[in-house]
C-alpha cells in the first residue's frame, strides 16, 4: 500500500476520537437552554450568559491550545494526543456536573456551581478538538485522502448526535412527558452518565488503535513542502476569507441546534405535533446528515469545493423556508406539521453536513503539507525544518466559531420575550430557525465568491496569483504585525 494513504484500522480509530467531544457538544447545544431555562430555573438572559461563558472559555482556551500543541516536542503518549488525553480527563470529570441540580447548600450560588464545571468542560473540549484535529494533516499529504478523514469523522461526530437523540427519545418516552413540554431532571442524569460511559470506551479505542504520525514519504523533494509561520496566514486574505465561511457554517448549525426543540415545543401545537419530535426532529438531522457524509469525497472531488458548498447551502435555504411557511403549508395545501418539520429536518442535515465537511476541507487545503514530520529531514542538515502550524489554524477557526455562536446565543437570549410575552414565543422561536440560517446562509454564499481558485482544487496558495488588492492588504498587515509583535 502506498505510505501516503492511511491503513483502515487506523483511519478507523481516528476518526472515533472526537466521539465524546461529539456526544457532549449535542447535548450542549440541543439541550442546555431547556436545561437551564425550565429545569434549573434561571431566567433566559441568564441561561445565555452561561452558554456565552462556556463558549468564550472555549474560543480562548482553544486558541490557547493550539499554539501550545504546536510548540510541544514531546508527550506521555504523543505530541498532538497527549493534549487530547489531558482533554478526554477533563470532559469526564466535569461534564455530568454541568447537566444536574446542585445540592440544596448550593442553590444560592447555583450559577457560580455551573460556571465552573461549564469552564473545566470548555477547556477539556477544546484540548480534545485541537489534539484531534491537528493530527489530521500529519496523516497524510493526499487531498483526497484527508477530505474522507474529514468526512469519517464528521460521519462520526453525526452517530454522536444520533445515539443522544435515540437515547433522549427513549428516556422522554419511559418517563411519560411525551405530551409535556418539560424534560424532567432525571432524563439528563440518566443521559449524561450513559454519555460519560460510552465517550470513556471509545476514547480507549483512539488511544490504543491511533499512530499519532504515520509514516511520510522520505522523498522529500517531491513534497509540496510548506514552512508557513502564524504571521504569514495572518498575511494571507484567503485565510480570513476560509475562517469566515468555518464560523458561519457552524453558526447555521450550532443556532439549527439549540433552537429545533424550542421551536417544537413553543411553535408547533401539542395536537398536531407529538413532543417525541423533540428527540426525533433533531435525530432526523443527524440520520440524513449521516448518510450525505459518505459520499462528499466523491461529491468534492467532482463538483469541486466551492459547487459542492453551494448545493449545501441551498439546502439549508429550503429547510429555513419550510419552518416559516409551516402553517401556511398546513392550511393552503393540508400537509401535516409533523410532516414540514421532518422534511425541514432532511434539507437541514444534507445541508449542513455539506457545508461542514466542505468548510473543513477548505481549511485542510489551506494548511496543506505545513505539518511533515521533522524527523524526515534529519538526514539533510541543511535542509530548514518547517514550521508546524495546523494546530494554530484549527484553533483561530475554532476560536471564531465558538465566539460567534456564544455572543448570537447570548444576543438572542437577552432579547427572547418569552418570559414577559408567553404569547410572543411561538413567533419569536419561528423567526429564529427561519430568518437568522438563511441570512447567514446567504452572507456565506457571498464570502465563497472570493475565495481564491487554488482553494477549489486545493492547490497551494503560496503559488496562486494574488490581485493588487489582495497584495496591498498583505503589506499593510506585514507592516502592523512587525510593529505590534
Same mark, same amino acid.
Given at each position: ?15 472515533? =476520537? $472526537? ?36 463558549? &468564550? ?8 491550545? =493550539? ?6 516536542? $514531546? ?56 489534539? $484531534? ?20 469523522? $464528521?460521519? @462520526? ?36 452518565? %450513559? ?46 476569507? &476560509? ?20 421551536? &417544537? ?13 423533540? #428527540? ?6 443527524? /440520520? ?27 439546502? /439549508? ?43 473543513? #476541507? ?43 455562536? =456564544? ?24 423567526? &429564529? ?35 493588487? @488588492? ?13 510593529? %505590534?509583535?
Amino acid at each position: 500500500m502506498d505510505s501516503d494513504y492511511v491503513l483502515p484500522c487506523r483511519k478507523f480509530a481516528f476518526s472515533i =476520537g $472526537h466521539f465524546l467531544n461529539d456526544l457532549c457538544a449535542s447535548v450542549w447545544f440541543s439541550y442546555s437552554l431547556v436545561f437551564y431555562h425550565r429545569i434549573a430555573k434561571f431566567s433566559n438572559s441568564s441561561a445565555g450568559y452561561l452558554i456565552l461563558i462556556g463558549q &468564550i472559555a472555549d474560543a480562548i482556551a482553544t486558541t490557547l491550545v =493550539g499554539l501550545a500543541s504546536d510548540r510541544t516536542k $514531546h508527550g506521555l503518549c504523543g505530541k498532538r494526543k497527549s493534549w487530547h488525553l489531558l482533554g478526554v480527563i477533563c470532559v469526564l470529570s466535569s461534564f455530568p456536573f454541568c447537566f444536574r441540580l446542585p445540592n440544596d447548600t448550593l442553590l444560592s450560588s447555583s450559577f457560580l456551581y455551573y460556571t465552573i464545571f461549564i469552564l473545566i468542560f470548555q477547556f477539556g473540549w477544546a484540548c480534545s478538538q485541537i489534539g $484531534h484535529l491537528s493530527m489530521l494533516n500529519e496523516l497524510t499529504p493526499k487531498e483526497d485522502e484527508r477530505v474522507a478523514l474529514n468526512a469519517y469523522r $464528521h460521519a @462520526w461526530s453525526i452517530a454522536a448526535n444520533i445515539f443522544v437523540y435515540t437515547v433522549t427519545w427513549l428516556l422522554i418516552d419511559n418517563t411519560q412527558v411525551r405530551e409535556n413540554n418539560q424534560m424532567n431532571a432525571n432524563v439528563f442524569r440518566i443521559l449524561t452518565n %450513559i454519555i460519560i460511559i460510552t465517550g470513556f470506551c471509545t476514547s480507549l479505542i483512539f488511544y490504543f488503535g491511533s499512530k499519532e504520525l504515520l509514516t511520510v514519504t522520505k522523498n522529500y523533494k517531491s513534497l509540496p513542502i510548506a514552512s508557513r509561520s502564524w504571521r504569514e496566514f495572518f498575511m494571507d486574505s484567503q485565510f480570513y476569507l &476560509i475562517a469566515l465561511i468555518w464560523m458561519l457554517t457552524r453558526v447555521i448549525s450550532n443556532l439549527s441546534q439549540v433552537y429545533l426543540p424550542l421551536y &417544537i415545543m413553543d411553535t408547533t401545537d401539542v395536537s398536531q405535533v407529538n413532543r417525541t419530535l423533540i #428527540a426525533t426532529g433533531p435525530l432526523c438531522v443527524y /440520520v440524513t446528515g449521516f448518510i450525505t457524509s459518505f459520499p462528499m469525497r466523491t461529491v468534492n472531488q467532482y463538483l469541486g469545493r466551492k459547487v459542492t458548498m453551494v448545493v449545501g447551502l441551498g439546502a /439549508v435555504l429550503l429547510s429555513s423556508f419550510l419552518f416559516w411557511y409551516i402553517f401556511f403549508l398546513n392550511e393552503k395545501f393540508g400537509i401535516s406539521m409533523h410532516l414540514i418539520i421532518l422534511l425541514g429536518t432532511i434539507l437541514l442535515g444534507v445541508g449542513i453536513t455539506t457545508a461542514q465537511i466542505t468548510s473543513s #476541507a477548505f481549511t485542510s487545503d489551506l494548511i496543506g503539507q505545513n505539518t511533515v514530520n521533522s524527523t524526515d529531514f534529519a538526514f539533510d542538515k541543511k535542509k530548514i525544518l518547517p514550521q508546524e502550524t495546523g494546530a494554530f489554524v484549527y484553533g483561530t477557526m475554532t476560536f471564531l466559531d465558538k465566539l460567534a455562536n =456564544g455572543l448570537a446565543i447570548a444576543f438572542i437570549q437577552q432579547y427572547n420575550p418569552c418570559s414577559v410575552c408567553p404569547s410572543c414565543c411561538p413567533l419569536f422561536y419561528r423567526r &429564529i430557525l427561519s430568518f437568522l440560517p438563511g441570512i447567514l446562509t446567504i452572507v456565506t454564499l457571498f464570502v465563497l465568491t472570493s475565495v481564491g481558485r487554488g482553494h477549489t482544487r486545493g492547490e497551494k496558495m503560496q503559488y496562486s496569483i494574488i490581485s493588487l @488588492w489582495n497584495r496591498l492588504v498583505q503589506r499593510s498587515l506585514k507592516v502592523i504585525l512587525t510593529k %505590534i509583535v
